[in-house]
Each structure stands twice: as structure tokens, then as C-alpha cells.
């Protein structure tokens, strides 16, 4: 029966453990080990229970248990001592505050933010680097404003059919169940903003506020009483709809997120940002309602441009076109036929394509983001050359190498994806870290190795249950992995490009190195198939069905719903991770950086950041048959080449 009305239940704490609704609220508990924890010796296991998410961790206890907690004077001397921790982290100068010139604030726009498992609003890479941005940030004190959508059903939930089939489910989140707060004006009432629709339609969003540590996070939500029905759904999921869908989130998110940041700035007495970062395309229309400001102030459009354009960053991510956003030149021409300050004919030439090979009836984001930016960046040395190459056209008359995009290549936070055993190896300091006697580190080692063991099979069986698998039929689970084997880990989205059947050219022969008698290895795979790729599906249900094969199904694992929470355990646990794309289609790929984090090994093909980082002695290169034109025997060469390296 489908529910009429859902509601979330949340804590209320007495007064001694008011300090508590400070720590949860601010996410900088997702990676600061004291904090969580503290949360953690609360109740550890309905701590783990809850995914390690301390709001629906609190609102699940026993009242005996909160008011125990209140009468606790060791934890309430604890509690004390963790918001005295916060306060000082969030107000001490940091590393910005010594820097000459250096802007007041930023604002930094993205489709979607991976923060933590406890707020779904990530699918993939572009999102936990998002993430990882804001935290580094906070933690390096830049007055950074992140700007994003609230996705009430987020991404996806990925299950399997008994056949090894994805299947997908979207989870309804209510914001008030998440560590999110309201933005409310001096009266106590949500603020909205509001974007113009085609029609005279206008699309109305409160917004929710996400404190990443220093950084506030704005998340827009269409789900507001004034908007037309259809409209609650603007902010429905990541990466779902139509082109209409599409543009009117894309809309949202470059003008209506302009918008917040001035509302919000205005509120809480924050900078204003004098520099606007667009991650990928998505947010490119956050120019326009720049350039509509200026406007508003007298200045031409050109003028407008320029000035908006000094203070713009665009970062691309895709070395493919058919990564980028393209809309009919129609559609868009609709959205801004009446805007008197934005002339449509101007506006549809920012994002025509223009160059040869170019489509004149589309409308390409990326281009917009690219003529609006100042500064254009890829996201690693290679791909900022695979970049300049593929938008050369923006640029008549210039080499290729004198096309003026940049590379910043991709980092990860640290604190975030480092085993607390790893880090206690550190004590601040990598370098000795590094020092560390080798027998000292294969402990630690083998220690996260067994945990990963544990996991897998914990959720591999809950998998195998929900494919209809009965209880005596999974006692081999019992068996799956061996923590004394060399792990491999591969784990990422699945598009075609990133290969991940590669290691079942010959399936033949990858049973031969797991099932090898005097050195076995094991593999754990993980990865989401977009909702609309059929191709991708295909691919994962190749990969289950070999890994259900009895022969095999101790030394290889698939396992669904590869989220935030299961990359911490893999990246943890696997000795070496394996990444093997069409090269040079991986732009640049961190996985493997918190692969290297705790210890692991990269073997990869050369692409993205391992292009420029591998040295031959922090992993190994699959030599890549470049120039191979038939894609079977090129992956045949390089598959031949990941097994010799294995084996």
C-alpha cells in the first residue's frame, strides 16, 4: 500500500546534551575521527546500524538511553570538550587567512556534492570531488560557498535481479531527517529564490544549508507549496528526466543558485563571493544571471560579459563529447525570448558550437561555461591536453598547444579516506609514516584487509538474500575471500569506456589466477550502471554471472550499491587497485589516490592522474596498445598485459 504521508521522527535533547545538535549538524564529524567517535560510544551498534549517521542514530534511541547519556558526566565531559574543539576550528585562522590578495570568498557550483553516505547527493567521481573540495577547504580555512540542488530521492539504490540484472531504486529523503537547516529570513520565514520559466512560469526553492565544517553548502529544493506540480519535481533525482527536466535543473542551479548565495550572504552577513568556480557545465547558467546583475547596474552586455568573465573558473571533466550537456537551441531559445537584459540571439551564441564538426542546432553547455570563464582547467596534465584538443575549435587559429585550458589535476582529502589504523602510523607526519618498518606496515595491512573480508561478506550475502537466495543456500559465503590473499579492488561508474569486463577477455585465464594454487589472488568489483544505459547493465550482469559461478565465487565478488560507505572499506582494504580505461578517456580518476592512502598499489593503464604520477615504484602499468583501431584486439593486447602483471 503506498503511504499517504511520510514524516521523520527527530531527537529532542535535554539541556545537558544540547551541545550535541551542533556536532551533528555539522558534517565535519564525516571526517573528523574525535567527533564521530564520540558519536560512535554512544551506542555502538545502532551506531553501525545507522550507517554511521548520528541523526538517525539519536532519533532511534531509547529515551532511558538519552536521559542515561544526560546524567553521564564522563560523556558530558567529553561532549564539552568535542564543542570546544568545533568552536575553535571553526573560528581560528587558518592557512587562507596568511594569503596576500586572496579573494574574500568563492562561490563553487556543482550538480552534486559528495559529502558523506548520511547525504546522499553524490552519484559518482565529479561529486566526491566535490566533496573532498569543500572539506579541504574548511580545513584550510577558504571562504568557500558551495552551491548544489536537494535531491529528495538522490542518485539510485542499486540491487540485482536473480539473473545479475541492476535494478534501481530511488529512497524518498526527507531534508528534515538530514544534518540540513532551513534558510530563513530575519522573520523567521524560508527564504526562496525563483527562476522564470517558459510561459510566464516561475520555478520557486527554499533552501537547505549543509555546514561542511567552515563551509556552507546551499542546496536548492523545488519542493515548495507554490510551485506547480509538476515544478516539486524539478529537484526529484540526480541525473534523471528528460532534456525539459534537465534544463530547468540546470537552471535552477546557475540562476536560482546566484540568487541563494545573495540571499544567504545577505542574511548571514557573509563575503560576497568575487570569484564563481563552475564544476563542469551544469552550472554554466550561473554566468548568465551574472551577467544579468552587471546589466541591472548599466552596463552593456559586453561589458556585462567581461566584468562577470574576470571572475569566473570553469572546470571540465569529460574527455568525451557525449559527457557534456547538450540542449536544442530551441528549447534554451524559449527560456530567454522575453528577458529584455539577456538578448536570446546573444545568449544562444554563447553555447553554439561554432567550430567544425560543430552541431549548429544544439546548445552545448560546456562551451557557454568555457566563452564565460576566465580560466578554463582539466583535470589532469593528460587531460588538459585531451581537452585542448577537443575544444580547439573555441579558439580558430591557435596551435593546439597554445589553446588556453590549464590542468589543476584532481586531489582527494585526506582525512576523509584514510584508515585511522593508517593515520596512527602517520602521527601527522607522511614521511615517517613512510618509514615505517616494513613488517610494522604489513600488520596494518592485514588488519583492514580482514575487514574488508568481513564486509564483503556481509553484504554479499545480504545481496544473494535479496536475489532470493535462502539462508542454506549461502554457507559458501562463509568462505568468500581469504585475508591472508592479495586483494584487487575495482571500483567506478560504468560506462563502456572504463572497461570493466577487461579482465574477462578470457575468462579462462583470470580463473587461473584465482584459483592459483601457490599464489591466488581475489578481486572485489563494485560499480553503477547510469538508470538509461542499457549498455552498462549489460556489462555488470557479464560480470556477475562470472562471479556466480561456483568455481570461482570465492575469489571474485560483485557487490551492489557501491556508495561512499563501501568505497571507505575498499580503498581501506584491497591491496592493489585496478583501473584499466580506454586510454585517454579517463580524465582523471582519485580512486586510486585513496587507494595509495592506505597503503595499496595502483596497477592502471596510463591515464589520468596516473599518467603523471606512476614512477615505477608505486605500482605498475598496463601498457596500453594505442593506435589499435579495432577495439576487440586492442582490448584483447591490453587485457593479455593485465594478466602477465597479475600473474
Known sequence: MKAIRRFTVRVTLPEPLAALQGLMLNLRWSWHRPAADLFASIDPAAWAASGGDPIAMLSALPSARIAALASDQDFLRRLAEAEEDLRQYMSEPRWYAGQDRAPAAVAYFSPEFGITAALPQYSGGLGILAGDHLKTASDLGVPLIGVGLLYRHGYFTQSLSA??????????????????????????????VRVSLTAGRQLAAQIWVAQVGRV??????????ENEADLHEVTDRLYGGGSDHRLRQELLLGIGGVRAVRAFCALRGHPSPEVFHTNEGHAGFLGLERIREYAEQGLSFDEALEVGRAGTVFT??????????????????????????????????LGAETYAGGDPEVFNMAVMGMRLAQRVNGVSLLHGQVSREMFAGLWPGFDTREVPIGSVTNGVHTPTWVAPEIAALTR????????????ELWKVRHALRGRLVAETR?????????????????????????????????????????????????????????????????????????PADEGGKGLIQQMVLFSDSPDVRRR???????????????????????????????????????AALNGGLNVSVRDGWWDEWYDGGNGWEIPSADGVADAARRDALEATALYELLG
Open 556 to 594: 571474485i565478488v560483485f557487490l551492489p550499491d557501491y556508495d561512499m560507505a563501501m568505497a571507505h572499506a575498499l580503498v581501506q582494504g584491497c591491496d592493489v587497485w585496478l583501473n584499466n580505461p580506454l586510454r585517454p578517456l579517463e580524465a582523471c580518476g582519485t580512486s586510486g589516490m585513496k
Open 216 to 225: 556552507p553548502l546551499l542546496l536548492l529544493d523545488s519542493y515548495v507549496e
Open 163 to 192: 539473473d545479475g540484472w541492476q535494478a534501481e531504486r530511488y529512497p524518498s529523503d526527507d531534508p528534515n531527517g538530514l544534518a540540513l537547516e532551513l534558510l530563513r529570513d530575519e522573520a523567521g520565514a524560508p527564504v526562496h
Open 458 to 530: 556481509r553484504r554479499l550475502r545480504a545481496s544473494w538474500r535479496q536475489r532470493g537466495a535462502s539462508g542454506a543456500e549461502l554457507t559458501w559465503i562463509d568462505d568468500v575471500l581469504d585475508e591472508n590473499v592479495l586483494t584487487i579492488g575495482f571500483a567506478r561508474r560504468v560506462p563502456s569506456y572504463k572497461r570493466l569486463t577487461l579482465m574477462l577477455n578470457d575468462p579462462e585465464r583470470l580463473s587461473e589466477l584465482l584459483n592459483d594454487p601457490a599464489q591466488p589472488i581475489q578481486v572485489v568489483v563494485a560499480g553503477k550502471a547510469h
Open 428 to 439: 601527522g607526519d607522511w614521511e615517517q609514516a613512510a618509514a615505517t618498518p616494513a613488517a
Open 316 to 349: 571540465t571533466h569529460t574527455p568525451v563529447p557525449a559527457g557534456i550537456d547538450r540542449f536544442e537551441r530551441s528549447l534554451v531559445r524559449e527560456h530567454f525570448a522575453d528577458d529584455p537584459l539577456l538578448p536570446v540571439d546573444r545568449v544562444l551564441g
